[in-house]
């Protein structure tokens, strides 16, 4: 254990002289035995809101895996979430949304997979097994290999206990081991690292919008909550050609409802300053919108229910995250009446996420809007609090640079 250095790796070279041997009595050979031992530092979750930076042995790389060089983890409402309340004691390398260089390649890794060393690639966090239907499906983000609330071997990015060998597996470290079943993508030339650290809230977008909610042309939708997965949902759907986009949120997102605007919202709405519901239906001529999406964090029941109503007066999808573990008082009367489709929103398939890569490259939405803040190994902590809306003031999208 470690505090970060300026020095940020740090290389112990032994060097240890051996008698090779004594040939016919005669030579004395001496052999010089360099071995070069690397560290990685990483921020490591210790406890609730705990964080610890540590050090790692550099692991040996197998002919079938590879290591990556982290450039960005992203940091989102999950991360949160997790930092405050872990789901377990074990400690944890977080940094589940990552983008890096591959710094060294098995051979049997670059065969198999494509990926060879200096490529720039975003990698999931699901580790997927490649045996079980859901992986032959391409729906390796419902595979049991991956599903840590199920499976206490499960192995996902940002979930994994760092004392099970190689111990890299979260985004907030100098490196991130890569096993042949992780799940990785080429990011576009032209996009840089820091862009690319959207491809998650972009995929979610996709995934939620367009594949769950079947938002296309003219649709008309409800994002709840400005923040990047609401503002990542508002890019999707404009560009998915809806005719009409409206994104609630509360007098603290001022700032973001902004930025929803300049990326493609119609209209925004301070749930606390207006009836949103009345302001909904006046915007929709009475009708109610075809589809809405709940990307809001900790407003309980509320936009549950908010959806419900807005919605047009039959077959309205509504994509729903789920956060709270009961709803009292569940309006199954008016779902049913109301021919309505619930969807549980869970994060992005292969498919979305090459789709999101695609649309950071098209460069048609000043996305820079969304990426405003960046922080070093040892700001973890503020980081994440700041996503949480605590630490810094007018974060949208923290971008965590592992060598900063
Ligand atoms: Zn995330
Ligand atoms: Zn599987």
Not at 4 to 24: D, E, F, M, T, Y
Not at 132 to 155: F, K, M, S, V
Not at 219 to 241: D, N, R
Not at 311 to 334: C, H, S, Y
């Amino acid at each position: 254990m470690a505090q970060p250095s300026k020095n940020r790796r740090r290389v112990n070279r032994q060097i240890a002289h051996q008698h090779a041997g004594v040939l016919g009595g005669k030579v004395t050979k001496l052999v010089e035995v360099i071995a070069v031992v690397e560290k990685v530092l990483a921020a490591v979750r210790t406890g609730p809101s705990k964080t610890e930076i540590r050090e790692f042995p550099m692991p040996d790389i197998p002919d079938d895996a590879a290591l990556m060089k982290m450039e960005v983890a992203g940091i989102c409402g999950t991360d949160v979430k997790l930092y405050k309340t872990p789901p377990s004691s074990a400690p944890v390398i977080m940094g589940h949304e990552n983008i890096g260089t591959i710094a060294k390649a098995g051979r049997e890794f670059t065969r198999r997979k494509g990926f060879r060393e200096g490529d720039l690639v975003f990698v999931e966090h699901y580790v997927a097994c490649g045996k079980c239907e859901w992986c032959h499906l391409g729906q390796y983000r419902h595979c049991e290999n991956t599903d840590w609330r199920y499976n206490p071997d499960a192995i996902r990015y940002g979930y994994t206990s760092a004392e099970r060998a190689p111990h890299l597996w979260g985004g907030f470290a100098q490196y991130v081991y890569l096993p042949w079943n992780a799940v990785l993508h080429h990011v576009p030339n032209g996009v840089t690292a820091e862009l690319a650290g959207l491809v998650t809230p972009m995929a979610n977008g996709v995934e939620w919008s367009l594949f769950d909610g079947g938002v296309g042309y003219n649709s008309t939708v409800l994002i709840q909550g400005p923040g990047q997965q609401g503002l990542s949902q508002t890019v999707i759907c404009k560009q998915a050609g809806a005719s009409l986009i409206i994104v609630t949120g509360t007098p603290k997102d001022g700032a973001r409802l902004e930025v929803a605007k300049r990326l493609g919202a119609d209209h925004v709405i301070d749930v606390e300053k207006e009836d949103p519901l009345a302001r909904i239906m006046e915007i929709t001529g009475h009708k109610g919108v075809d589809v809405v999406l709940d990307c809001t964090a900790g407003a309980g029941t509320v936009p549950v229910l908010l959806g419900v109503e807005a919605l047009k007066r039959k077959a309205g999808t509504i994509v729903v995250q789920g956060e709270m573990a009961d709803f009292p008082n569940f309006p199954i009367g008016r779902i049913t009446v109301k021919f309505i489709t619930i969807k549980s929103a869970r994060s992005h398939s292969f498919k979305a996420c090459e789709l999101a890569l695609a649309q950071l490259a098209s460069k048609r939405f000043p996305l820079e809007l969304i990426t405003t803040h960046r922080f070093g190994l040892k700001d973890v902590d503020l980081a994440i609090r700041s996503v949480g809306g605590q630490g810094v003031k007018d974060v949208i999208h923290a971008s965590l640079m592992p060598w900063e």
